[in-house]
Structures are given as structure tokens and as C-alpha cells.
């Protein structure tokens, strides 16, 4: 595993893909959302996918791990053809996923939430214990027994990410892990996120602030309704500020 | 109306621990039904059919060896496997679909389990034996005795209600088991296979109805139709208990019984409709029960 993410060019080969989308197609009902997207995230990648509002980044993430079906292409994860499988074996190759509005379980205790899925890597180590996880927030370690609804919002993403981290993954899936939040608790979300990208865990993160993402990703996606638009190395989308202004907004 | 149960302390303790008894069988069957109503969100009106398998299974099989402790664990295995084989073969298929149809397809199955029963069994009534054991009485404040096998019943009861707080509330089928409840599609995309947890909860529901006719099948006439005896009451309970909550169930396990208890020798009359009122009455109080999370 690489000890951080290098700064380098898309075109590095990072090796066989953690998690892979080929020419995907979703629906919702008859809603087509997603329309023949390609996308893959390698070992000890870091991965920024980005887009306004609705155009499908959320849809994106939940297909290719199994969350809703896929009516056309294929997923990979680990080195296998996961299609149309159940989203806990495809996270089972060693992808966590920290969701959009977090997915805390409020009637679990935050003791609870952080131990029920924890397990080993794929290959059996086990660098993130409780202990570790409390260690890195040690706003957790002060709430352990309180139940996840209880918490701030704050509070619940450093729980939804500690929860991710507990199943020792390969792969962090973090989609809005800044939204709502106050200036401060986001500055030390993106701490922690930085944190973990530099012990070799590659990063997908989906989020508004395209500043704070392109500063930390090595590797770019935009997706305009269901479409990718621009996939590049985060130095080649801040040289193209029209880019970011007809895509993102900003 | 009669207060005279309050009158003579021997007979008040009979009832209590008569109330206490039909409580924690109630309590069996009511905790499975919650379990699988408030995390599959099935409802199953063949519950009851589970609690006539444990009946007929201790009569049946108390009758051929001759031993009831034999039938335990037998009936128990019985309830589990058919419960387990039930979810994977029928009702993982209407999680998504409408009550009706759950409705549609337990009822069907309460009558397949009805014919298969009379095939089985006939339609005499029969009653298991009483374990040796325990069949003694318990002399109680002067006159009155009071037999050890239903004492028996909820030490039983009691020690189950335990383990199933200490599962529910101290392991990671727990904690699985409640995050279900909350979120199964988080509980999924954590790596979590949600249908094993399911099948687990579905056979570990039925177990207890089962053990819950075991239980009683020495005491209460092992005959056909007994697998409506306790559905609508159980269902109040979880109603009153609050859906999906062990703990409510327990609770509102109890105070049915109690309610039942007295309401029958206090005032008979109006007896059958006191469950009712109280169902009302809680529901008033708190529309999601007792212990249910508020919509
Ligand atoms: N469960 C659903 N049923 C129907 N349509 C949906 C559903 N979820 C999302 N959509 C629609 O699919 C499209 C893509 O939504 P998605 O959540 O993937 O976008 P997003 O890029 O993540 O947006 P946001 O930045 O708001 O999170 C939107 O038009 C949305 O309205
Ligand atoms: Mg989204």
C-alpha cells in the first residue's frame, strides 16, 4: 500500500481499480439519471467527483456500490465483476462509505455504531481499533455511551467516519462529509480527511467547496446530468477557471 | 363487580401470579412478533400457527418418549427451522410490498398449517403431560396451593425474557438487529448481509412462539384453533408496547396480563373488552406505545 498519495498525473497507473463503474446506466422509475458513466478509483487514490446539485454524484456512488441497481454496465470492485450484487459484498472487497446525511443509527449508542460493522481488511490487518478511531476523535471518546441522535451534526459525520474507518478499508467513500456544518467542524473534517489519505487510504469525496476538494484530490471527475464532462489532474482543472465557471458554478 | 380478590390475601396472590404467568407467555410470542413486524416490517398473522407447532410438538412428543423435557428443545428447533425456511423461502419477498399482500399470504399459511395439523393430529383435544418434576403444589398462605410447573413457566419465561435483553441490547446480532430497525440500508452498505440478520430474527421470533406453546401445551388444551389464541392479543401488545420494542412488548405483556388477570374476577362482565380500553387508553396517552420512537 502507498504510504501517501503521490502528487502525481491522472495518467499514473495506480494499479487494479479498488471500485470501477464501465458505462453505467441508473434509473429512477422511468427517470434516466445516469447515462453511460465511466469511472474508476485506484489504490491509494484520491478522487474528487464534483457537479451541481442533482447531477447525479450521489446516484454515481450508490450504484457503483450496490445501493441501487444498475440497468446497463458493469461494476468492479476488487478485481471482480460485482454487478447486480448486494452492496455489502461489494463493500466487503474494502470500500467504506460515509453518506450523504450520514447515516448515523440514532437508537445506537455511539459505542455501538462504531463497533457493530467494524471488521478486518481483505488482507486480515486490522490498523484501525476503537482505540485508534477515539484517539483521532476524541470528541467520540467523551460520548461513547450516548446515543447517535443525540449528537451535533459534527459529531455524527466524525461518527460516520470513524464507523467507516473501524471496517479498515481500502477505499473511503465520502459524499457531502462538510454539508451543513460550521466553518471550524469542516476545518477539522478536511483535517481528517488529509489524515487519512496521507496513511495510504485512497479517497473518493464528493463536496460544494470545490476549493477544498481539487486542493487535496489528485484526480478530478465533473458530472453534468448523468454525464462525465471533465476528468483531469486537480492542476489542470484550476488552469481552467471557464471550466469550473460553466460546470461547477463558481 | 366484585372487589373480593382484594379480600383474601392467598387468592390475591393465586391471580398475581396467574397474572404474571399469562404475561410472560404472552410476552414469548408478542416479542417475536414485534422483532418481526417492527424490523421486516412483516406483518405475519401466521405467528400463532408457531405457538400450535410448540404445543402439538410437546404433546406429540412428550407422548412418545414420555419425557416433556425431551419436547423442548425439539419443539424450539422445530419453530426456528420452519420459521428460518418460511423467510427464505415466502416472506423475503413481501418486505417491499404492501400489508395487504402479507396479510393475503399469512392467512393462507395459517390455514395450510390448520390442514396439515388436522392431518396430522386430527381434531381431538389433547394436553401434554406434565413433567414429572414439577408436578407438585406449592402450599401458599394457608389453604390455597399453587402447582410448581406453572411457577416453573415463568422462571422460565423470566430467564428467556434475559437472554433475549442480553442478546438484543449486549451482542452484535444486537446491534445489527436494531440498526436494521433504524436504517437496513445503511446496515447494508456497511458490509453487513441484512438477509442473514433477517432470517435470523424471523426464526428467532417463531422459536419463542413455539417455546410459549411448549410451555403451555401441560397446562392448556393442545386442540385445534389454538393458534388464534393469542394473536389478536399479542399484536395489542406490541401496539401497546410500541413497535419493534422488546421492551415495550415485555412491559405491555404484563400489564395485559394483569389487566386480563383481574378484569376477569373483578368484574367478569365486561372482562373481554378490558384489553381493549386499555390498548385505547395507552394509545391515547402515547400513540406510539409505550417504548415505540416517536414517527
Ligand atoms: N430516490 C430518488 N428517486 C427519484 N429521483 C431521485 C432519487 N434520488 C435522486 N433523484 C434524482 O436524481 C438526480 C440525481 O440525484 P443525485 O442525488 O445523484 O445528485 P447529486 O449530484 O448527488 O446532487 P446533490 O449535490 O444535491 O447531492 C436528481 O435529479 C434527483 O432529483
Ligand atoms: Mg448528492
Redesign the pocket.
Known amino acids: 500500500m502507498p504510504s501517501a498519495a503521490p502528487a502525481s498525473s491522472p495518467t499514473a497507473d495506480f494499479g487494479p481499480a479498488l471500485l470501477e463503474a464501465v458505462g453505467i446506466h441508473t434509473f429512477?422509475?422511468a427517470?434516466h439519471?445516469l447515462h453511460g458513466v465511466d469511472f474508476r478509483i485506484g489504490p491509494g487514490e484520491t478522487v474528487g467527483l464534483m457537479?451541481?446539485?442533482?447531477?447525479?454524484?450521489?446516484?454515481?456512488i450508490r450504484s457503483m456500490l450496490g445501493i441501487v441497481p444498475v440497468r446497463e454496465g458493469r461494476i468492479l470492485a476488487g478485481g471482480q465483476d460485482l454487478t447486480g450484487r448486494p452492496s455489502y459484498q461489494i463493500v466487503r472487497t474494502g470500500i467504506a462509505y460515509v453518506p450523504?446525511g450520514r447515516g448515523i443509527f440514532g437508537n445506537l449508542s455511539v459505542r455501538e455504531n462504531l463497533v457493530m460493522s467494524a471488521r478486518p481488511a481483505p488482507n486480515g490487518s486490522t490498523d484501525w481499533t476503537l482505540d485508534r478511531v477515539l484517539a483521532t476523535f476524541p470528541r467520540l471518546a467523551e460520548r461513547l455511551g450516548q446515543a447517535g441522535d443525540q449528537l451535533s451534526g459534527g459529531e455524527q459525520q466524525m461518527l460516520a467516519i470513524g464507523r467507516a474507518l473501524m471496517t479498515n478499508p481500502l477505499l473511503l467513500v465520502l459524499d457531502?462529509a462538510t454539508e451543513g456544518l460550521a466553518p471550524l467542524i469542516r476545518k477539522e473534517i478536511w483535517r481528517i480527511v488529509r489524515l487519512v489519505r496521507d496513511t495510504g487510504i485512497a479517497t473518493l469525496i464528493?463536496d460544494k467547496n470545490v476549493a477544498a476538494v481539487s486542493a487535496i484530490t489528485d484526480r478530478n471527475v465533473i458530472?453534468v446530468k448523468g454525464t462525465v464532462v471533465f476528468e483531469g489532474a486537480s492542476a489542470e482543472l484550476d488552469a481552467q477557471p471557464d471550466l469550473k465557471h460553466r460546470y461547477l458554478g463558481v | 363487580m366484585s372487589f373480593d380478590v382484594f379480600a383474601d390475601p392467598a387468592i390475591f396472590l393465586v391471580q398475581l401470579l396467574n397474572a404474571t404467568q399469562q404475561g410472560l407467555l404472552l410476552f414469548l410470542i408478542a416479542s417475536g412478533l414485534t422483532l418481526i413486524f417492527g424490523i421486516m416490517g412483516i406483518i405475519n398473522l401466521a405467528h400463532g400457527s408457531f405457538y400450535m407447532v410448540g404445543a402439538y410438538a410437546a404433546y406429540a412428543v412428550a407422548e412418545a418418549t414420555g419425557s416433556f423435557w425431551l419436547a423442548l428443545p425439539i419443539g424450539v428447533a422445530a419453530g426456528i427451522a420452519l420459521g428460518y425456511v418460511l423467510e427464505r423461502l415466502l416472506f423475503r419477498f413481501f418486505y417491499e410490498r404492501d400489508h395487504l399482500y402479507q396479510v393475503l399470504l399469512t392467512f393462507g399459511l395459517i390455514l395450510i398449517f390448520e390442514e396439515v395439523r388436522g392431518m396430522m393430529f386430527g381434531e381431538d383435544t389433547h394436553r401434554a403431560l406434565t413433567p414429572e418434576a414439577l408436578d407438585f403444589s406449592i402450599p401458599l398462605l394457608g389453604v390455597q396451593s399453587y402447582p410448581a410447573y406453572r411457577l416453573a413457566i415463568s422462571v422460565i419465561c423470566l430467564l428467556v425474557a434475559l437472554g433475549l435483553y442480553l442478546l438484543i441490547s449486549r451482542t452484535r446480532l444486537g446491534m445489527m438487529i436494531r440498526a436494521g430497525a433504524y436504517n437496513r440500508e445503511m446496515v447494508q452498505a456497511l458490509g453487513i448481509n441484512i438477509t442473514f440478520v433477517y432470517a435470523a430474527v424471523f426464526g428467532l421470533g417463531t422459536g419463542l412462539a413455539a417455546l410459549a406453546g411448549l410451555l403451555e401445551a401441560p397446562v392448556a388444551s393442545v386442540e385445534p384453533g389454538i393458534s388464534g389464541r393469542y394473536l389478536i392479543i399479542s399484536f395489542v401488545v406490541v401496539v401497546i408496547g410500541g413497535i419493534g420494542s422488546v421492551k415495550g412488548a415485555f412491559y405491555g405483556a404484563l400489564l395485559i396480563g394483569f389487566v386480563d388477570t383481574f378484569a376477569k374476577v373483578i368484574v367478569p362482565e365486561a372482562a373481554g373488552m378490558s384489553v381493549y380500553l386499555l390498548m385505547a387508553a395507552v394509545l391515547l396517552w402515547r400513540p406510539t406505545g409505550l417504548f415505540g420512537r416517536p414517527a
Not at chain 1, 451541481?52 to 454515481?60: A, Y
Open positions: 429512477y422509475g427517470s439519471i457537479g451541481r446539485n442533482g447531477m447525479g454524484k450521489s446516484t454515481l450523504e457531502e464528493v458530472l
